[in-house]
Protein backbone atom coordinates (compact mmCIF):
# COMPACT_ATOMS: atom_id res chain seq x y z
CA UNK A 1 0.00 0.00 0.00
CA UNK A 2 0.89 3.43 -0.20
CA UNK A 3 -1.94 5.50 0.06
CA UNK A 4 -0.08 7.28 3.16
CA UNK A 5 2.52 10.19 4.32
CA UNK A 6 5.46 8.12 3.47
CA UNK A 7 8.69 7.98 5.25
CA UNK A 8 11.41 8.14 3.03
CA UNK A 9 14.06 6.10 1.10
CA UNK A 10 17.78 6.19 0.65
CA UNK A 11 20.83 6.63 -1.33
CA UNK A 12 23.05 3.93 -3.64
CA UNK A 13 25.95 4.30 -6.69
CA UNK A 14 25.22 1.98 -8.78
CA UNK A 15 23.67 4.10 -11.77
CA UNK A 16 27.04 5.39 -12.01
CA UNK A 17 28.13 3.00 -15.20
CA UNK A 18 25.35 4.77 -16.88
CA UNK A 19 26.54 7.95 -16.36
CA UNK A 20 29.84 7.02 -17.37
CA UNK A 21 31.35 7.29 -13.81
CA UNK A 22 34.54 5.15 -12.96
CA UNK A 23 33.68 2.54 -10.11
CA UNK A 24 35.46 -0.42 -9.13
CA UNK A 25 34.01 -3.81 -9.95
CA UNK A 26 33.74 -5.98 -7.26
CA UNK A 27 34.60 -9.71 -7.78
CA UNK A 28 31.07 -11.47 -7.43
CA UNK A 29 31.55 -14.05 -4.21
CA UNK A 30 33.37 -11.31 -2.44
CA UNK A 31 31.44 -10.93 0.96
CA UNK A 32 32.57 -8.02 2.32
CA UNK A 33 31.62 -6.27 -0.54
CA UNK A 34 28.54 -3.69 -0.28
CA UNK A 35 24.70 -4.28 -1.84
CA UNK A 36 25.38 -1.10 -4.08
CA UNK A 37 28.68 -2.68 -4.76
CA UNK A 38 27.52 -6.07 -5.95
CA UNK A 39 24.63 -4.16 -7.75
CA UNK A 40 26.82 -2.58 -10.21
CA UNK A 41 28.69 -5.60 -10.92
CA UNK A 42 25.43 -7.24 -12.18
CA UNK A 43 24.64 -4.07 -13.92
CA UNK A 44 21.91 -2.42 -11.59
CA UNK A 45 21.46 -0.22 -8.58
CA UNK A 46 20.61 -1.27 -5.20
CA UNK A 47 19.57 1.78 -3.13
CA UNK A 48 17.70 3.09 -0.63
CA UNK A 49 15.44 5.91 0.18
CA UNK A 50 15.74 8.17 3.17
CA UNK A 51 13.98 11.58 4.21
CA UNK A 52 16.02 15.28 5.74
CA UNK A 53 14.66 14.41 9.52
CA UNK A 54 17.15 11.31 9.41
CA UNK A 55 20.35 12.97 8.41
CA UNK A 56 20.70 14.13 11.61
CA UNK A 57 21.63 10.39 12.47
CA UNK A 58 25.25 10.15 11.74
CA UNK A 59 25.77 6.57 12.18
CA UNK A 60 22.66 5.79 9.80
CA UNK A 61 24.09 8.84 7.67
CA UNK A 62 27.07 6.73 7.21
CA UNK A 63 25.72 3.39 6.46
CA UNK A 64 23.06 5.26 3.84
CA UNK A 65 26.34 6.77 2.22
CA UNK A 66 28.24 3.57 2.08
CA UNK A 67 26.37 0.40 1.77
CA UNK A 68 24.17 1.80 -1.19
CA UNK A 69 24.83 3.12 -4.82
CA UNK A 70 21.46 5.08 -5.51
CA UNK A 71 19.00 7.60 -3.07
CA UNK A 72 15.29 8.50 -3.98
CA UNK A 73 14.07 11.28 -1.72
CA UNK A 74 11.45 10.46 0.49
CA UNK A 75 9.16 13.28 0.66
CA UNK A 76 10.69 16.65 -0.31
CA UNK A 77 10.60 16.76 -3.62
CA UNK A 78 6.74 16.33 -3.67
CA UNK A 79 4.68 19.22 -4.27
CA UNK A 80 4.14 20.23 -0.75
CA UNK A 81 7.51 20.42 -0.35
CA UNK A 82 8.19 22.30 -3.36
CA UNK A 83 5.25 24.52 -4.40
CA UNK A 84 3.83 25.01 -1.02
CA UNK A 85 2.48 28.63 -2.40
CA UNK A 86 1.24 28.65 -5.91
CA UNK A 87 4.18 29.64 -7.91
CA UNK A 88 6.62 29.98 -5.19
CA UNK A 89 9.28 27.01 -5.41
CA UNK A 90 11.66 26.08 -2.92
CA UNK A 91 13.88 23.22 -3.00
CA UNK A 92 16.14 23.41 -0.01
CA UNK A 93 15.64 19.95 1.28
CA UNK A 94 15.70 18.12 -1.31
CA UNK A 95 18.66 19.89 -2.47
CA UNK A 96 19.96 19.09 0.91
CA UNK A 97 19.50 14.82 0.15
CA UNK A 98 20.86 15.32 -3.84
CA UNK A 99 23.77 17.16 -2.50
CA UNK A 100 24.61 14.41 -0.35
CA UNK A 101 24.15 11.12 -2.72
CA UNK A 102 26.67 13.60 -4.91
CA UNK A 103 29.19 13.62 -2.33
CA UNK A 104 28.77 9.54 -1.86
CA UNK A 105 28.44 9.19 -5.56
CA UNK A 106 25.21 7.77 -5.55
CA UNK A 107 22.44 8.47 -8.30
CA UNK A 108 18.93 9.49 -7.62
CA UNK A 109 15.47 8.87 -8.63
CA UNK A 110 13.37 11.99 -8.13
CA UNK A 111 9.99 11.03 -6.50
CA UNK A 112 7.32 12.12 -7.58
CA UNK A 113 6.00 15.34 -9.46
CA UNK A 114 1.92 13.97 -9.43
CA UNK A 115 0.65 12.35 -6.83
CA UNK A 116 -2.87 12.33 -5.26
CA UNK A 117 -1.44 12.69 -1.73
CA UNK A 118 0.65 15.62 -0.47
CA UNK A 119 0.00 18.24 -2.31
CA UNK A 120 -1.23 21.48 -1.16
CA UNK A 121 -4.53 22.31 -0.10
CA UNK A 122 -4.64 25.46 -3.06
CA UNK A 123 -4.08 23.03 -5.37
CA UNK A 124 -8.16 21.81 -4.99
CA UNK A 125 -9.16 25.25 -5.62
CA UNK A 126 -7.37 25.74 -8.34
CA UNK A 127 -10.38 26.03 -11.45
CA UNK A 128 -10.35 22.48 -13.61
CA UNK A 129 -10.04 24.53 -16.99
CA UNK A 130 -6.90 26.22 -15.36
CA UNK A 131 -5.66 22.71 -13.43
CA UNK A 132 -3.73 21.53 -16.93
CA UNK A 133 -1.78 24.86 -16.72
CA UNK A 134 -0.81 24.43 -13.06
CA UNK A 135 -0.13 20.97 -13.35
CA UNK A 136 2.48 21.54 -16.27
CA UNK A 137 4.11 24.79 -15.02
CA UNK A 138 4.52 22.53 -11.56
CA UNK A 139 6.58 19.60 -13.65
CA UNK A 140 8.36 22.60 -15.41
CA UNK A 141 9.87 24.16 -12.63
CA UNK A 142 10.76 21.31 -10.24
CA UNK A 143 11.65 18.68 -13.28
CA UNK A 144 13.67 21.81 -14.39
CA UNK A 145 15.29 22.92 -11.33
CA UNK A 146 16.37 19.00 -10.99
CA UNK A 147 17.32 18.69 -14.44
CA UNK A 148 20.62 16.58 -14.92
CA UNK A 149 20.70 15.42 -11.52
CA UNK A 150 18.35 12.88 -10.94
CA UNK A 151 18.61 9.53 -13.31
CA UNK A 152 14.80 8.77 -13.15
CA UNK A 153 11.27 10.39 -12.44
CA UNK A 154 8.57 8.97 -10.81
CA UNK A 155 6.27 11.08 -13.10
CA UNK A 156 2.89 10.28 -11.88
CA UNK A 157 2.14 8.18 -8.61
CA UNK A 158 -0.95 5.42 -8.02
CA UNK A 159 -2.90 6.42 -10.79
CA UNK A 160 -5.28 3.60 -10.59
CA UNK A 161 -7.21 1.71 -7.97
CA UNK A 162 -7.01 -1.78 -7.30
CA UNK A 163 -9.77 -2.79 -9.76
CA UNK A 164 -7.78 -0.89 -12.85
CA UNK A 165 -9.65 1.72 -12.86
CA UNK A 166 -8.81 5.36 -12.86
CA UNK A 167 -8.05 6.91 -8.87
CA UNK A 168 -10.84 9.90 -8.92
CA UNK A 169 -8.05 12.38 -7.76
CA UNK A 170 -8.69 16.02 -8.33
CA UNK A 171 -6.72 15.60 -11.29
CA UNK A 172 -8.30 13.50 -13.09
CA UNK A 173 -11.69 14.74 -11.92
CA UNK A 174 -10.33 18.02 -13.29
CA UNK A 175 -8.62 16.88 -16.00
CA UNK A 176 -9.85 14.15 -17.36
CA UNK A 177 -7.98 10.70 -18.68
CA UNK A 178 -5.25 12.41 -20.38
CA UNK A 179 -3.67 14.30 -17.50
CA UNK A 180 -1.22 11.09 -17.15
CA UNK A 181 0.13 11.51 -20.94
CA UNK A 182 0.23 15.12 -20.44
CA UNK A 183 2.68 14.68 -17.27
CA UNK A 184 4.95 12.74 -18.96
CA UNK A 185 5.28 14.84 -22.04
CA UNK A 186 5.76 18.02 -19.73
CA UNK A 187 8.80 16.12 -18.15
CA UNK A 188 10.15 15.57 -21.39
CA UNK A 189 10.12 19.15 -21.87
CA UNK A 190 11.50 19.90 -18.35
CA UNK A 191 14.25 17.03 -18.08
CA UNK A 192 15.29 15.68 -21.67
CA UNK A 193 18.11 13.27 -19.57
CA UNK A 194 16.33 11.71 -17.47
CA UNK A 195 14.34 8.40 -17.42
CA UNK A 196 10.27 9.13 -17.07
CA UNK A 197 8.91 6.31 -15.11
CA UNK A 198 5.09 5.76 -13.98
CA UNK A 199 5.06 4.35 -10.12
CA UNK A 200 2.79 2.40 -8.41
CA UNK A 201 1.91 -0.15 -5.72
CA UNK A 202 -0.01 -3.64 -5.85
CA UNK A 203 1.18 -3.83 -9.36
CA UNK A 204 4.02 -6.48 -8.59
CA UNK A 205 2.13 -9.63 -9.76
CA UNK A 206 -0.24 -10.50 -12.84
CA UNK A 207 -3.88 -9.13 -11.81
CA UNK A 208 -6.57 -5.84 -12.95
CA UNK A 209 -4.33 -3.40 -11.62
CA UNK A 210 -0.79 -4.49 -13.16
CA UNK A 211 -3.13 -5.25 -16.52
CA UNK A 212 -4.40 -1.27 -16.52
CA UNK A 213 -0.89 -0.27 -15.66
CA UNK A 214 0.15 -2.55 -18.60
CA UNK A 215 -2.27 -1.15 -20.98
CA UNK A 216 -1.30 2.30 -20.39
CA UNK A 217 2.05 1.78 -21.13
CA UNK A 218 0.86 -0.11 -23.55
CA UNK A 219 -1.11 2.99 -25.41
CA UNK A 220 1.54 5.55 -24.58
CA UNK A 221 4.60 3.34 -26.78
CA UNK A 222 1.67 3.15 -28.95
CA UNK A 223 0.95 6.93 -29.37
CA UNK A 224 4.43 8.15 -28.92
CA UNK A 225 4.10 9.35 -24.84
CA UNK A 226 7.80 9.70 -23.56
CA UNK A 227 7.82 6.70 -20.93
CA UNK A 228 10.58 5.07 -20.32
CA UNK A 229 9.90 2.31 -16.97
CA UNK A 230 7.55 1.37 -14.69
CA UNK A 231 7.69 1.38 -11.06
CA UNK A 232 6.74 -1.41 -9.14
CA UNK A 233 6.64 0.10 -5.30
CA UNK A 234 6.49 -3.32 -3.77
CA UNK A 235 5.36 -2.98 -0.31
CA UNK A 236 4.55 -6.67 0.41
CA UNK A 237 3.74 -9.15 3.22
CA UNK A 238 6.28 -11.95 4.59
CA UNK A 239 4.74 -15.16 3.05
CA UNK A 240 2.87 -13.47 0.28
CA UNK A 241 5.45 -12.46 -2.53
CA UNK A 242 3.36 -12.91 -5.67
CA UNK A 243 4.66 -15.97 -7.47
CA UNK A 244 4.21 -13.98 -10.82
CA UNK A 245 6.70 -11.20 -10.35
CA UNK A 246 9.10 -11.93 -12.56
CA UNK A 247 6.89 -12.76 -15.19
CA UNK A 248 4.85 -9.68 -14.84
CA UNK A 249 8.76 -7.93 -14.83
CA UNK A 250 9.51 -9.28 -18.13
CA UNK A 251 6.04 -8.47 -19.30
CA UNK A 252 6.35 -4.53 -19.08
CA UNK A 253 10.13 -5.14 -20.22
CA UNK A 254 8.54 -6.89 -23.53
CA UNK A 255 6.61 -3.67 -23.89
CA UNK A 256 10.36 -1.61 -24.36
CA UNK A 257 10.53 -0.03 -21.20
CA UNK A 258 12.86 -0.20 -18.13
CA UNK A 259 11.48 -1.89 -15.00
CA UNK A 260 12.42 -0.71 -11.17
CA UNK A 261 11.71 -2.32 -7.55
CA UNK A 262 11.02 1.24 -6.04
CA UNK A 263 9.92 1.37 -2.62
CA UNK A 264 10.56 -2.57 -1.32
CA UNK A 265 9.99 -3.44 2.23
CA UNK A 266 8.59 -6.39 3.36
CA UNK A 267 6.58 -6.22 6.65
CA UNK A 268 5.38 -9.02 9.33
CA UNK A 269 2.97 -9.62 12.22
CA UNK A 270 5.33 -7.81 15.16
CA UNK A 271 7.15 -9.18 17.53
CA UNK A 272 10.17 -10.86 15.64
CA UNK A 273 10.99 -14.33 15.56
CA UNK A 274 13.34 -16.48 13.70
CA UNK A 275 10.64 -18.26 11.51
CA UNK A 276 9.49 -14.85 10.28
CA UNK A 277 12.64 -13.44 9.92
CA UNK A 278 13.61 -17.07 7.63
CA UNK A 279 10.98 -16.46 5.47
CA UNK A 280 11.35 -12.38 5.01
CA UNK A 281 14.65 -13.05 4.13
CA UNK A 282 13.42 -16.01 1.36
CA UNK A 283 10.96 -13.21 0.28
CA UNK A 284 13.70 -10.35 -0.35
CA UNK A 285 15.67 -13.03 -2.50
CA UNK A 286 12.55 -14.17 -4.30
CA UNK A 287 12.47 -10.10 -5.34
CA UNK A 288 16.02 -9.63 -5.94
CA UNK A 289 16.68 -12.74 -8.44
CA UNK A 290 13.26 -11.86 -9.91
CA UNK A 291 15.14 -8.26 -10.99
CA UNK A 292 17.80 -9.75 -11.89
CA UNK A 293 16.68 -12.50 -14.39
CA UNK A 294 15.45 -9.58 -16.13
CA UNK A 295 17.96 -7.26 -18.57
CA UNK A 296 15.64 -4.22 -18.25
CA UNK A 297 15.70 -4.52 -13.96
CA UNK A 298 17.54 -1.65 -13.63
CA UNK A 299 17.49 -1.67 -10.19
CA UNK A 300 15.87 -1.81 -6.26
CA UNK A 301 15.62 0.21 -3.49
CA UNK A 302 14.70 -0.24 -0.63
CA UNK A 303 11.62 2.40 1.13
CA UNK A 304 14.49 3.08 3.83
CA UNK A 305 16.74 0.50 5.16
CA UNK A 306 16.43 0.47 8.60
CA UNK A 307 13.21 -0.67 10.62
CA UNK A 308 14.15 3.09 12.92
CA UNK A 309 12.70 4.98 10.27
CA UNK A 310 10.46 2.34 8.64
CA UNK A 311 6.84 4.21 8.03
CA UNK A 312 4.86 0.46 8.89
CA UNK A 313 4.09 0.66 12.20
CA UNK A 314 2.60 4.07 11.98
CA UNK A 315 0.09 2.52 9.10
CA UNK A 316 0.04 -0.57 10.23
CA UNK A 317 -0.25 -1.13 13.93
CA UNK A 318 1.10 -4.21 14.95
CA UNK A 319 2.99 -4.78 11.38
CA UNK A 320 6.65 -3.90 11.14
CA UNK A 321 10.15 -5.29 11.40
CA UNK A 322 10.07 -4.60 7.42
CA UNK A 323 13.38 -3.72 6.30
CA UNK A 324 17.18 -5.23 5.94
CA UNK A 325 18.61 -3.59 8.70
CA UNK A 326 16.74 -3.49 12.51
CA UNK A 327 16.32 -0.72 14.89
CA UNK A 328 19.71 -0.58 16.28
CA UNK A 329 21.51 -0.40 12.31
CA UNK A 330 22.16 -4.11 12.63
CA UNK A 331 22.00 -6.63 9.67
CA UNK A 332 19.30 -8.66 9.39
CA UNK A 333 18.65 -12.24 8.19
CA UNK A 334 17.12 -10.26 5.16
CA UNK A 335 20.20 -8.39 4.36
CA UNK A 336 22.51 -11.51 3.96
CA UNK A 337 19.79 -12.60 1.77
CA UNK A 338 20.21 -9.55 -0.85
CA UNK A 339 23.76 -9.51 -0.20
CA UNK A 340 24.11 -13.58 -1.36
CA UNK A 341 21.73 -13.08 -3.85
CA UNK A 342 23.68 -9.98 -5.85
CA UNK A 343 26.68 -11.61 -5.47
CA UNK A 344 25.69 -14.71 -7.27
CA UNK A 345 26.26 -17.17 -4.14
CA UNK A 346 22.53 -18.28 -3.65
CA UNK A 347 20.98 -21.68 -4.78
CA UNK A 348 17.64 -21.41 -6.67
CA UNK A 349 14.48 -21.25 -3.95
CA UNK A 350 12.79 -23.82 -6.12
CA UNK A 351 13.90 -27.11 -7.19
CA UNK A 352 14.01 -28.31 -11.13
CA UNK A 353 11.02 -30.25 -12.32
CA UNK A 354 11.09 -34.06 -11.32
CA UNK A 355 10.60 -36.20 -13.51
CA UNK A 356 7.13 -38.80 -12.89
CA UNK A 357 4.89 -41.29 -14.66
CA UNK A 358 3.51 -40.60 -17.84
CA UNK A 359 0.26 -38.17 -17.06
CA UNK A 360 -2.87 -39.24 -18.31
CA UNK A 361 -3.80 -36.99 -21.06
CA UNK A 362 -0.80 -34.91 -21.00
CA UNK A 363 -1.03 -31.40 -22.14
CA UNK A 364 -1.79 -29.08 -24.52
CA UNK A 365 -0.36 -25.47 -25.52
CA UNK A 366 -1.99 -22.43 -27.14
CA UNK A 367 -0.26 -19.81 -29.17
CA UNK A 368 -1.04 -16.43 -29.14
CA UNK A 369 0.34 -13.37 -31.23
CA UNK A 370 -0.70 -10.21 -28.42
CA UNK A 371 1.04 -7.46 -30.42
CA UNK A 372 3.10 -6.86 -33.70
CA UNK A 373 5.39 -4.33 -35.41
CA UNK A 374 7.21 -3.94 -38.05
CA UNK A 375 10.11 -6.61 -38.14
CA UNK A 376 9.14 -8.08 -34.20
CA UNK A 377 5.78 -9.63 -32.06
CA UNK A 378 5.22 -10.71 -28.80
CA UNK A 379 3.35 -13.96 -28.24
CA UNK A 380 2.39 -15.72 -25.34
CA UNK A 381 1.61 -19.48 -25.04
CA UNK A 382 -0.47 -20.75 -22.64
CA UNK A 383 0.50 -24.26 -21.54
CA UNK A 384 -2.69 -26.83 -20.18
CA UNK A 385 -2.41 -29.67 -17.94
CA UNK A 386 -5.84 -31.89 -19.84
CA UNK A 387 -4.81 -34.81 -17.66
CA UNK A 388 -6.45 -36.08 -14.46
CA UNK A 389 -3.03 -35.76 -12.20
CA UNK A 390 -0.58 -33.32 -11.96
CA UNK A 391 2.00 -32.45 -15.43
CA UNK A 392 5.61 -32.98 -13.40
CA UNK A 393 7.77 -30.96 -16.56
CA UNK A 394 6.46 -30.24 -19.93
CA UNK A 395 8.09 -29.68 -22.89
CA UNK A 396 6.48 -27.17 -26.23
CA UNK A 397 7.08 -27.52 -29.83
CA UNK A 398 6.17 -26.17 -33.33
CA UNK A 399 7.63 -24.69 -36.34
CA UNK A 400 7.72 -21.53 -37.44
CA UNK A 401 6.63 -21.06 -41.88
CA UNK A 402 7.57 -17.67 -42.90
CA UNK A 403 11.28 -17.90 -41.12
CA UNK A 404 10.45 -16.22 -37.85
CA UNK A 405 12.96 -16.20 -34.95
CA UNK A 406 12.38 -15.89 -31.28
CA UNK A 407 14.88 -13.56 -29.81
CA UNK A 408 14.16 -12.91 -26.08
CA UNK A 409 11.77 -15.97 -24.29
CA UNK A 410 10.67 -15.99 -20.46
CA UNK A 411 8.76 -18.05 -18.16
CA UNK A 412 10.73 -21.57 -19.79
CA UNK A 413 13.74 -22.77 -21.56
CA UNK A 414 14.13 -22.00 -25.36
CA UNK A 415 16.45 -23.93 -28.14
CA UNK A 416 15.77 -23.82 -31.89
CA UNK A 417 17.55 -25.33 -34.41
CA UNK A 418 16.43 -24.06 -37.88
CA UNK A 419 12.41 -22.99 -37.90
CA UNK A 420 12.20 -26.03 -34.98
CA UNK A 421 11.46 -24.24 -31.85
CA UNK A 422 11.35 -26.26 -28.10
CA UNK A 423 10.37 -24.79 -25.15
CA UNK A 424 10.99 -27.03 -21.99
CA UNK A 425 9.21 -25.30 -18.79
CA UNK A 426 11.60 -23.37 -16.40
CA UNK A 427 12.70 -24.31 -12.58
CA UNK A 428 9.90 -23.15 -11.02
CA UNK A 429 7.07 -23.87 -13.45
CA UNK A 430 7.18 -27.50 -14.63
CA UNK A 431 4.41 -28.55 -12.05
CA UNK A 432 0.85 -27.89 -13.12
CA UNK A 433 -1.77 -29.68 -11.28
CA UNK A 434 -5.21 -31.16 -12.60
CA UNK A 435 -7.06 -28.65 -15.06
CA UNK A 436 -4.15 -25.95 -14.52
CA UNK A 437 -2.29 -24.06 -16.62
CA UNK A 438 0.69 -21.98 -16.80
CA UNK A 439 2.38 -19.62 -19.59
CA UNK A 440 5.30 -18.65 -21.36
CA UNK A 441 6.33 -15.54 -23.51
CA UNK A 442 8.89 -14.36 -25.75
CA UNK A 443 9.68 -11.47 -28.40
CA UNK A 444 10.21 -12.44 -31.91
CA UNK A 445 11.05 -11.28 -35.27
CA UNK A 446 9.39 -11.46 -38.54
CA UNK A 447 9.75 -10.37 -42.34
CA UNK A 448 7.31 -10.54 -44.68
CA UNK A 449 4.63 -12.74 -42.72
CA UNK A 450 4.26 -14.05 -39.53
CA UNK A 451 1.89 -16.91 -39.87
CA UNK A 452 0.90 -18.54 -36.64
CA UNK A 453 2.54 -22.09 -36.65
CA UNK A 454 -0.11 -24.76 -38.15
CA UNK A 455 1.08 -27.22 -35.04
CA UNK A 456 1.86 -26.15 -31.54
CA UNK A 457 2.31 -29.63 -29.39
CA UNK A 458 2.98 -30.45 -25.84
CA UNK A 459 4.29 -33.28 -24.50
CA UNK A 460 4.76 -34.25 -20.63
CA UNK A 461 7.04 -37.05 -18.94
Partial sequence: MTSRIRRPLTLGAAALLALGVAVAVPTLAD????????????????????????????????????EFNQITVGNTM????????????SYGQADTIVNLARANNQSVRGHTLVWHSQYPGWVDSVPASQLLGVMRNHISNVAGHFNGQVIHWDVVNEAFEENGTRRQSVFQRNIGDSYIAE??????????????????????GLGAKSDAVYNLVQSFKQQGVPIDGVGMQAHLI???????????????????????ITELDIRMNLPRDTTKD????????????????????????????????????????????ALPYDENLNKKPAYTAIHDALAGTTT?????????????GGCS????????????????????????SAVNGWTVRWTFANGQTVT???????TSSGSAVTVRNASYNGSIPASGSTSFGFLGSWNGTNAVPASVTCSSP
Fill in 183 to 204: AFRAARAADPTAKLYYNDYNIE
Fill in 348 to 360: PTSAPPTTAAPNP
Fill in 78 to 89: KWQYTEPTQGQF
Fill in 31 to 66: ASTTLGQHAAARGKYFGSATDNPELSDAPYVSILGS
Fill in 278 to 321: TQQANDYRTVVNACLAVTRCVGITVWDYTDKYSWIPSVFPGQGA
Fill in 365 to 388: ATYQVVSQWQGGFQATVTVRNTGT
Fill in 408 to 414: NLWNGVV
Fill in 238 to 260: IGQVPSSVQQNIQRFAALGVDVA
